[in-house]
């Protein structure tokens, strides 16, 4: 069994990055700065978004961090957005979600210029997504990609069941593990709530994505052996002998499904860093799109 140590490939890519950034630099160029947009004050979210902002310090970007109120209007939210999409200085942003509920995400994501879209969430860039035309792909997918890349995982031919068809993570890497050429070239299961005899399904993949949320839903009843499992969940539960009074968990029952996989994501320290890694990738794209 290999764990695809996602905390260490993400520090490998943002050395690359940081390398890319030296080069700018010595050619007296602009260097990449990312904005990221935050509603609200949900603790998990102004973590991530935290960790972003040191991501940006540790590979030499700028970046932006604007806090609005959770009683922040639609209005205000698009206004702010399309300052951010006429402000030369900013090459990539993101609007951190989920959104309050008075705000309508599809259109906050419809008003994001998608040459700045990083998060590859505007409905241009999902469509050329799918369409295997070149464009930002999202933050977790992309990074799951690099992580079955960078440790050889074969994918063609395979059968790979995605559990989850949220826009950001199921359904872009349903896509993506269908596509022609590699990794992809799976055929893909995508699963979700009205999915009936899940374990049915699971049980006969060779590869599962993870995304759902629900703390330690995938047991080994429910892997067939030197299956490769990506855990994409993330959820905090609460933990009085932890320190902060919480623990992340992911969706995987990790003890004892890595006893069966052939490959495995740990939570935390597997796809989550690769996230971050991958939004960093982006911006950089965006900038060397912008500068070109
Ligand atoms: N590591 C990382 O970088 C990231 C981690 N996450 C984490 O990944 C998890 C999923 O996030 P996200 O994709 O935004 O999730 P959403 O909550 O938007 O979607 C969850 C999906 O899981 C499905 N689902 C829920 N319960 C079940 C069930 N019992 N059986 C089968 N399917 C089920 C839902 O089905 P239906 O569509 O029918 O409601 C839905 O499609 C969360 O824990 C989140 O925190 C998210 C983004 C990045
Ligand atoms: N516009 C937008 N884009 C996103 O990409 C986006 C979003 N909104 N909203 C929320 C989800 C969630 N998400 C995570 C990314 C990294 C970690 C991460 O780094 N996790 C660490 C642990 C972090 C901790 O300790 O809390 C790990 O897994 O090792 C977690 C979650 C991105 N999302």
């Known amino acids: 069994m290999t764990i695809l140590d996602g905390k260490k490939v993400s520090n490998d890519i943002k050395n690359e990055i940081t390398a890319e950034v030296d080069k700018m630099k010595a050619r007296g160029e602009k260097v990449p700065h990312l904005a990221a947009i935050i509603v609200g004050n949900d603790g998990a979210s102004l973590t991530y978004v935290g960790s972003k902002v040191k991501a940006c310090e540790r590979v030499g970007f700028e970046s932006t961090l604007v806090k609005m109120p959770d009683t922040t209007s639609e209005l205000e939210l698009l206004k702010k957005i399309k300052e951010l999409n006429e402000d030369d200085n900013i090459d990539g942003f993101i609007v951190q979600l989920p959104l309050p509920p008075q705000i309508d995400t599809q259109k906050v994501l419809l008003t994001v210029d998608p040459s700045k879209d990083v998060d590859g969430f505007h409905p241009e860039n999902f469509g050329k997504m799918a369409l295997d035309m070149s464009t930002f792909i999202p933050a977790t997918p992309f990074g799951i990609l690099e992580l079955l890349q960078r440790y050889d995982v074969d994918t063609k031919g395979k059968h790979t069941v995605v559990i989850g068809r949220s826009h950001i993570v199921g359904r ?115 900038r060397e799109q912008r500068r070109a």
């Open 172 to 286: 872009p890497m349903s896509i993506l593990m269908s596509r022609k050429g590699w990794p992809g070239n799976s055929t893909v299961t995508l699963t979700h709530s009205n999915t009936k005899n899940i374990a049915q399904i699971t049980t006969q993949a060779d590869i599962i994505i993870s995304a759902l949320g629900v703390p330690n839903f995938l047991k080994a009843e429910m892997v067939k052996d030197d299956a490769v499992i990506i855990d994409v969940g993330i959820t905090r539960v609460e933990d009085a002998n932890h320190p902060k009074g919480y623990v992340i968990t992911g969706d995987v029952d990790f003890e004892n499904v890595s006893k069966k996989a052939s490959f495995i994501t740990p939570v935390p320290g597997g796809v989550g860093p690769m996230t971050i890694a991958m939004l960093l990738k982006n911006t950089l794209l965006a």
